[in-house]
């Protein structure tokens, strides 16, 4: 198994990842291919999966507000959310 660490431009290990010598090979061909280092491609990789998820997340709650907006007014919408979010969800403390 190789590791590889992905450090911040201070020399502080930001991902410490463990793969497989198949993957490390193809990780270092996609890399090369894209002109990037290995570090700076997974970087962009990781960026890019995380706004695809933020972009998923927006469209989903998007959605269920437009389905609680149907049914409900804006106000009462706005009342409720904010009572949910002064009372700590179970397992999880209030920002």
Avoid: C, W
């Avoid at 990781?46 to 804006?74: F, I, K, N, W, Y």
Wanted: proline fraction near 6%.
């Amino acid at each position: 198994m190789i590791t590889t660490h992905y450090s911040d431009a201070h020399g502080h290990v930001l991902l410490d990842v463990a793969f497989p010598p198949a993957a490390h090979t193809a990780l270092k061909r996609n890399a090369r291919s894209a002109g990037l280092t290995p570090e700076r491609y997974v970087r962009e990789a990781l960026q890019r999966a995380l706004a695809e998820h933020a972009d998923r997340e927006t469209d989903r709650l998007d959605h269920a507000v437009r389905h609680l907006l149907a049914s409900t007014t804006s106000a009462h919408l706005l009342s409720a959310v904010g009572h949910a979010l002064t009372r700590p969800l179970e397992g999880r403390p209030i920002p």
